[in-house]
Structures are given as structure tokens and as C-alpha cells.
């Protein structure tokens, strides 16, 4: 978790300040590990629990402060988006039963989450990315009101300048988002575990959990569409990247490290190259109202918190990310895994937690040099393949071997994670538990990424998306209390509710995105020709920098064609000759309410949507006509979609 108690602005003077402590706490890290001052000889596990707020349609609910006030337990805490929480499990001994232990804490925080959320017609979820998420919600009327969460995007877009926040990713679907805050980040939410090694063993323990990095991420894929788009098996990789960059266009064309990252090269002795790395590499973002002087602490025999260098470690987001801490009065390091996805469920975290763990322990110890056996760079690419692809992903592997994903953790990598977990006597039965979770899933081919899309597949030939997405997020939030693993579960199904008005409540619920427009100077034979083939009765205008400029509708050029006598003299004309200019406008957050009203004023039998200006879809009497349908059916018939017109 990140620190809360942070300086929202800095002048150069207090930014100077901080730069100072925060080289002072390097220097007192360098100093702890040469004198030996860290804990050795004890291997502990952690994890850090995101959740995401949902209404009883599967809609973020905003409401993180109201539940931690009720569950008055610091182990919950807030995150970016005030329809996130969080929560801590308590460190546990790398032994015995603790990946069960870790399971029941997982399930009563869960729960209790839950309870609270109840209380105000809401529950909790665990997924990478909520698949009702709209832009609408990520704004930053969402924000959390914490001093760090408006000091993180006053920072970020300070360091970008005047440019927007843009993501692009292209997966089955296409997206393309430009936003002017930080609030992207808050569609991501993630399962991240904790692993304490012995300074001496850091580089060669990191080294193993970058390279396995990848197939980690084919088998836990959970975040398979954002805003309705299906793109990544595990679309959190390229979104958080995207949300929180801090380069530029320009710097682009430098050699410059994103702030989310998988590194730059292999760590060749210590912990200490990546937080020098870091502190070189990335400016400060955030300050501290309250300075440690590090070395007056271990003058009077005190252990230094090292808070400058957490506050920066805290903005610099390595999917392996190095960590200090202190434990019963011992400095230590930890690798925090932030690869896993929320979810699906309880037990199938902590499956993806034993794999991580046991193949760490395992591959740290049969390879003492990974370096000479891998490229850093295939591990990188394999990481994006994995990301992609999911468990349909190939890899280059150790010494150059090209395999396939399955194959991969099948045959060599469950083998080997079983022989780690064995080697710290973890219970027999949990290894059998956890890690036949991860064989069976893999052998179905059903990731939690998978069952989403299939499930979408098979409810959108009926449904609309808005509905097929509240579907799918109600039966997770369903299954999860189960916790039957994903493996398990059979598609989504529509599942009637007395609130299915709400997914007509605004326009960018149901309006048409698969659009065809026509430029202001294309002929008017090639828009009669467009209506006719793709059976649509409203075309837009646009003009050569993609601004609407005009509507053209069925009646109008059919009229027009009718009075007219010039025959192919008129056809040859440009259409901005007889498009209506004008048009009104809606954005996509408008109420339905609000638009008809605009329509029936107005005598419109179209609505054009803008955002920032630009086209992105359109509502026409078509669409009002199926939400009266639903109307007079109620909820409880099988309602179908009828076939889009424009």
C-alpha cells in the first residue's frame, strides 16, 4: 500500500530536500547490508488483496470510504478509485500449512468486505478489470479523496505536460481512449504476492521470478475486456502501463523505462541496482511531509523505516518489484509479484500463489545463473506474448527452446513447483490442492480470461453488450462465493432482475459504435448506395479532420431523388450540398431521458454522440423503439435484440 501522509506539491526547495533523504536512504540500505544487518535464514509470504465495489446490476459502486468506516479494520485500506478497496494478509512462516492459512484469510476478509458492501445494496468482486467498467466511471469525480491519490495525478500529468492520458490496444476488438487524468489506473485491480529472501539471494531469486513471469501470466489471464472491448487475455499489462506513463510523445524516441515495467536487464548482485536504477531513472512525484534521518536511527540502535525510499519505491511500478521492510526489529527484502490479476476466486489465487512460489523456490535453486541461459529480452517479449494470448501463447524458453505455453508449465513447470513446495514441507494435501487447481485449468484451456469470453460470446447473439457484461460480472461475483475454481464453471447466463431499466439510464448503454460515415465531399451516389447496401436510414458527415459536419437521413435523399430531374447530374453532387448542418449533439453520459426530450424538440430522428468532440456512436428512434419493448414486456420475458439500424 501506498503511504497517504505525502506532500501534494513540492517547490524545488522541498523537492531538493526530499532528493536528499532519499539518497541518504540509500545510503543507509548500502550500510544495513554490509554490516549484515538484515534477517537471513527465514522465508516468509505475504499478499495484498484488491477488490472492486459492485451494485446489484454488477455497475461500480462508489462507496470504498463508506465501507472501511464500517469495517473499522486497518487491515483495509482505500485505493485510486472510490469503487476499490484493498486489504493486507497478515506475513506467514514458508512452511507447513501456510498456503492454506493464507486461503482462509483470503475468504473471511473477503467476506467481511462483502457484508459491509451489503449494507448498501452492493458486494465485492474479484477480477483484473471490472467488465462493466464505462469511461464515465473514470473520472475524477471517482477519485478516492486522499492527499496521495490527487498528489499521483497532479504528478503524473505535471510530468506529461499538456498531453492527454491515451491507451491503445488491439486484441479482438480495437481500443483507442484518450483521457485528461490518471483514473485509467483504477480499472486495473490485482492479487500481489509477497516473497522475503536473504539479501545474498535476491538477485538470483528476482532473476527466476522475472523469468517465469510469463507463464505465470498465461495461466492466471482474468482481464480480458475494458469498455466493452475485447482485447489481451490479461489486458492489465499494456492499461496499466498506458495509465500511469509519465513520457511524453517525444521521449518515445528515447530509451526511456515506463514507470510500470518488467525492468531492463537481468540483476547481476543486489537489490541495491534496482532502487539506484529507480531513483535514476524516475523523477520524484511525490514527497513526505515528515523526514527520517536514517542514520540517527542506527546511531541509537534503531532499524530506519527508510520512508523517502518507499514513498518513491511506491511510484515506481516494477511488475517484480523489490520492497523493504521490517520484521520483529529486522530490515528484509521481498520480491512482490504484481503480475496476478484479482481472482476468480479465492482458492484459484492462492493456486496461482503456490505455482509462483514453489516454481520460485524451486528454479532458485536448480539454476544458479540465469542470465547464461536466457535472454533478458525474450523473457521480456515473452511476458507481452503471454499478456496477448494467455495460454495460447509460445514462448522462447531457457537456451533458446521454443515451446508453447501448455506444454510449458505442464510438463517441466508444475513438476518443478511441486518439487519447490515440497522442499519448504508444505503439506502434501495443499500441494494437491493448489497446484491441481493450475493442472486442471490448464488442461481445460479456461483461464478466468477464457470462461469471460466465451461466456460473452455466447450471451451477446441475444443480448445487448451492457447487459452481457452485467451478466457476466453477477456471475463471478456468484461463483466466487462458492469458490469452485474457474476451470470449473459453465458459461454465464442472463439471469432476469427488477432493475433492468437501468441499462437504458444513458445514452452510451445501447447507442450504435459500428458506424458509417461519408465525407462532406464523397457524391451523393455513394451515400444512396450505403443506405441501400447496409440497410441503414442516418449517415453522419464528417470532414477531413473527422469532425461531424452533417447528418444525412433516408427520407431526405430519397425525396430529393424523387423531385428531382437533374438525374446523374445530382448523383454526382457532394453530399454536404443537401446534408442537414447544425445537427444537435449529445455526449455519452447524457440520460435517455434528456436525449428524447433533445429528439422530440427538435423533430430528430437521430441523435449524434460526441466525446472530445468526436463522433463515437449514434441513437435513433430504432433504439427507443426496443427499450419500449422492453418496457411492455417486463422484466421477467426473454427478451432479444433486434437487428441495429442507423
Not at 223 to 231: A, D, M, Q, V, Y
Not at 232 to 258: K, V
Not at 393 to 407: D, E, I, N, R, Y
Not at 539 to 547: G, L, Q
Amino acid at each position: 500500500m501506498g503511504r497517504q501522509e505525502v506532500s501534494t506539491r513540492l517547490r524545488p526547495r522541498q523537492l531538493r530536500l526530499f532528493e536528499n533523504n532519499l539518497l541518504q536512504d540509500m545510503r543507509a540500505l548500502e550500510y544495513m547490508q554490509k554490516k549484515g544487518m538484515f534477517e537471513t535464514g527465514v522465508s516468509r509470504i505475504g499478499a495484498e488483496q484488491e477488490l472492486v465495489i459492485i451494485d446489484r446490476l454488477g455497475r461500480p459502486s462508489p462507496i470504498n470510504l463508506d465501507i472501511l468506516d464500517d469495517l473499522n479494520d486497518k487491515r483495509f485500506t482505500t485505493e485510486l478509485g472510490v469503487f476499490n478497496l484493498e486489504f493486507n494478509l497478515d506475513p506467514l512462516p514458508f512452511h507447513g500449512r501456510s498456503l492454506r492459512v493464507l486461503e482462509k484469510q483470503m475468504l473471511l476478509l473477503t467476506k467481511r468486505a462483502a457484508m459491509a458492501a451489503a449494507k448498501y445494496d452492493s458486494d465485492v468482486i474479484l477480477v483484473g478489470i471490472l467488465p462493466t467498467l464505462l469511461k464515465s466511471d473514470l473520472t475524477l469525480k471517482n477519485i478516492t479523496p486522499r492527499p496521495r491519490y490527487y498528489a499521483l495525478n497532479e504528478a503524473i500529468s505535471r510530468l506529461r505536460g499538456s498531453q492527454h492520458f491515451e491507451s491503445n490496444v488491439q486484441g479482438i476488438d480495437e481500443l483507442y481512449v484518450k483521457h485528461d487524468n490518471v483514473m485509467l489506473e483504477a480499472a486495473n485491480t490485482s492479487f500481489q504476492v509477497h516473497f522475503q529472501v536473504a539479501p545474498e539471494d535476491f538477485a538470483r531469486y528476482y532473476n527466476v521470478a522475472q523469468l517465469i513471469t510469463a507463464p505465470m501470466i498465461s495461466a492466471a489471464a482474468n482481464s480480458p475486456i475494458f469498455l466493452g472491448k475485447r482485447l489481451w487475455q490479461e489486458t492489465r499489462i499494456a492499461l496499466f502501463q498506458q495509465s500511469i506513463d509519465t513520457r511524453s510523445h517525444p521521449l518515445y524516441q528515447r530509451h526511456t523505462m515506463a514507470r510500470v515495467s518488467f525492468g531492463s536487464d537481468w540483476v547481476k548482485s543486489s537489490a541495491i541496482e534496482l532502487f539506484k536504477e529507480d531513483i535514476t531513472r524516475f523523477r520524484v512525484m511525490i514527497g513526505l511531509d515528515e523526514h527520517e534521518d536514517a542514520f540517527e536511527v542506527l546511531k541509537n540502535g534503531g532499524i530506519p523505516k527508510l520512508k523517502a525510499l518507499q514513498t518513491h519505491n511506491s511510484t515506481v511500478y516494477r511488475w517484480n518489484r523489490p520492497c523493504y521492510g521490517i520484521t520483529n526489529g529486522k530490515p528484509h527484502y521481498r520480491i512482490e509479484n504484481r503480475i496476478f490479476p484479482s481472482g476468480p476466486t479465492p482458492l484459484d489465487e492462492v493456486a496461482n500463489a503456490a505455482f509462483w512460489l514453489g516454481l520460485i523456490n524451486a528454479l532458485a535453486k536448480e539454476y544458479k545463473d540465469i542470465p547464461s541461459m536466457c535472454k533478458f529480452d525474450d523473457a521480456r517479449g515473452n511476458l507481452i506474448a503471454a499478456a496477448r494470448e494467455g495460454l495460447g501463447a509460445q514462448f522462447t524458453w531457457l537456451k533458446g527452446k521454443k515451446m508453447p505455453a501448455k506444454a510449458l508449465i505442464l510438463d517441466e513447470l508444475l513438476p518443478l513447483a511441486q518439487s519447490g513446495l515440497e522442499s519448504v514441507e508444505i503439506v502434501d494435501a495443499d500441494i494437491a490442492r493448489y497446484l491441481g487447481v493450475i493442472k486442471e485449468r490448464v488442461e481445460r484451456n479456461q483461464t478466468g480470461a477464457d470462461w469471460i469470453l466465451n461466456s460473452f460470446t455466447k450471451l451477446k447473439e441475444t443480448e445487448n453488450i451492457d447487459k452481457c457484461l452485467s451478466a457476466i460480472t453477477l456471475e463471478i461475483a456468484k461463483k466466487q462465493k462458492e469458490n469452485h475454481p474457474v476451470h470449473t464453471w459453465k458459461p454465464a447466463k442472463l439471469t432476469p432482475t427488477k432493475d433492468w431499466r437501468l441499462f437504458f439510464d444513458r445514452v452510451e448503454q445501447y447507442m450504435v459504435t459500428d458506424l458509417f460515415t461519408v465525407n462532406e465531399d464523397d457524391s451523393i451516389e455513394l451515400v444512396v448506395n450505403l443506405m441501400e447496401w447496409r440497410n441503414i436510414h442516418h449517415v453522419p458527415v464528417e470532414n477531413n479532420n473527422h469532425e461531424l459536419v452533417g447528418m444525412l437521413n433516408f427520407r431526405t435523399v430519397f425525396r430529393l431523388l424523387d423531385q428531382l430531374k437533374e438525374g446523374r447530374s445530382f448523383l454526382n453532387k457532394p453530399v454536404k450540398t443537401i446534408m442537414v448542418k447544425n445537427v444537435h449533439t449529445v455526449i455519452p453520459e447524457t440520460t435517455t431521458l434528456d436525449a428524447i426530450t433533445i429528439m422530440r424538440e427538435n423533430d430528430m430522428s437521430c441523435l449524434p454522440v460526441l466525446n472530445n468532440g468526436l463522433l463515437v456512436g449514434l441513437i435513433t428512434e430504432h433504439d427507443f423503439l426496443s427499450i419500449t419493448a422492453h418496457f411492455l414486456q417486463g422484466p421477467d420475458l426473454k427478451n432479444t435484440r433486434p437487428a441495429k439500424k442507423h
